[in-house]
């Protein structure tokens, strides 16, 4: 009996999840409104905590991802990553960030690409995106950076993403 009852919660858990437009999703300790429709979710770990959520059935297409890059020791940076990618986008001047770098990042997430920015408490939004991929950095003042990125959703739907943070 008691499995019966696990399996119906179980269920209607799974069904409300898929059939709702909107998930909410807590990813290191800050609100996302996911899109609901999504077809598998893979956590890849590592020293970012990457989490995706697929949309579809071919593997590697439509997909959101988060990760945290607050501890990020993938690229020399030369100050805390938040600092860094602040320089990145709002030309903040911190001379102890790898300027080299920041150059490089600037010309990965900045020309040739419509970047929008915007704040939300004490966290900095940064929009990048082409016709080919999306990016989202949520930068606090507490040095926390999380990165979403998407080869599928445009400005209005990750936007939507990150709306109530």
């Known amino acids: 009996m008691k499995k019966s009852v696990l399996l119906f919660f179980f269920s209607f858990f799974c069904v409300s999840a898929f059939a709702n437009t909107n998930v909410e999703l807590v990813y290191s300790g800050l609100k996302f409104k996911v899109p609901g429709n999504f077809s598998v979710i893979g956590d890849a770990g590592g ?10 059935d071919e593997l590697g297409k439509r997909f959101l991802a988060f990760s945290d890059m607050t501890e990020d020791k993938t690229i020399n940076y030369g100050c805390p990553a938040s600092t860094f ?15 080299d770098n920041i150059k490089l990042m600037q010309e990965s997430f900045v020309e040739g690409r419509d970047v929008k920015k915007w704040s939300s408490g004490e966290y900095s939004i940064v929009y990048s995106g082409d016709n080919k991929k999306s990016y989202i950095f949520v930068i606090g003042d507490n040095g ?22």
């Open 85 to 99: 990618f602040k320089g990145v986008f709002f030309d903040n001047d911190n001379p102890e960030c790898d300027q």
């Open 144 to 165: 926390k950076i999380v990165k979403l990125d998407s080869d599928f959703l445009e400005f209005e739907a990750i936007m939507k993403v990150v709306k109530d943070i």
């Open 47 to 56: 020293n970012l905590n990457i989490l995706i959520f697929r949309y579809g």
